[in-house]
């Protein structure tokens, strides 16, 4: 089966505490992201990645890192979480080619408490 | 830059009734991508459609319809006849490319028994 998987998919931590939520997908896609999900904002995207080793910031990457080693794998790194970052996070990933055919699977969250 | 507005931010509606939701969107490329995502209650994102610039097609899905209208700039979706399970918060989203999606920041559909 098709999918995006994420863990945790809940997590309570305190300030300062380092974690890593990971992300993996099993369609050979090209293009992974992250996206944070707060009240009144929709969603954000944190970082992306087109392909091994090239990420890029997105909208709102202070705070956080990502690596991307391998295709199938792209964790979310915060080294000093803080407790703005308190949020539901997203992964996504999507082929590249054809445009076309771009729609983005999400993994099913991860629900995020700094204390 | 893109954007996408859905003015909406709360919407309730008593079942059975037809409801529709709002989206504009805003962008300068004329190859883009629209999309609907369903949120219910337990938090995952469920893809609803895609729609492509050059389609203005409207498309219609079981109680489901959109309507895309580039002249407004506008893709709107309108569920017939809701249901309770219809209730969840709705986003619309736009993407450029293989750029980004950018979303609005969604609706919450309650649907009253």
């Known amino acids: 089966e098709a999918q995006v998987t994420q863990n945790p998919r809940y997590l309570i931590t305190v300030t300062g505490k380092k974690l890593t939520v990971t992300c993996s997908q099993n369609?050979?896609?090209?293009?992974m992201s992250w996206y944070r999900q707060d009240p009144g904002l929709g969603l954000r995207q944190i970082y992306y990645?087109?392909?091994?080793?090239?990420?890029d910031k997105g909208d709102v990457p202070e705070g956080y890192k990502v690596s991307r080693k391998e295709k199938r794998n792209f964790p979310l790194i915060l080294e000093s979480p803080s407790p703005n970052q308190t949020s539901l996070y997203f992964c996504?990933?999507?082929?590249?080619?054809?445009?076309?055919?771009?729609?983005?699977?999400f993994g099913p969250g991860t629900r995020l408490t700094v204390l | 830059a893109q954007k996408v507005t859905q003015a909406q931010t709360e919407i309730s509606v008593v079942e059975k009734e037809d409801v529709t939701l709002d989206c504009v969107y805003e962008?300068?490329?004329?190859?883009?991508?629209l999309f609907w995502y369903k949120q219910p209650p337990s938090g995952e994102l469920v893809f609803l459609i895609r729609?492509?610039?050059?389609?203005?097609q409207n498309e219609i899905s079981g109680r489901y319809s959109w309507n895309f209208q580039k002249s407004t700039s506008s893709f709107n979706f309108t569920i017939t006849a809701s249901q309770v399970v219809d209730s969840a918060v709705y986003f619309c989203?736009?993407?450029?490319?293989?750029?980004?999606?950018?979303f609005g920041t969604g609706t919450r559909l309650t649907i009253i028994p």
């Open positions: 989203a736009l993407k450029i490319g293989n750029e980004k999606l950018t």
């Open positions: 990645s087109m392909n091994v080793e090239v990420t």
């Open positions: 369609m050979n896609h090209e293009y």
């Open positions: 729609r492509n610039s050059f389609d203005e």
């Open positions: 962008t300068r490329d004329t190859t883009y991508y």
């Open positions: 996504a990933s999507s082929s590249l080619y054809p445009a076309t055919l771009n729609e983005q699977f």
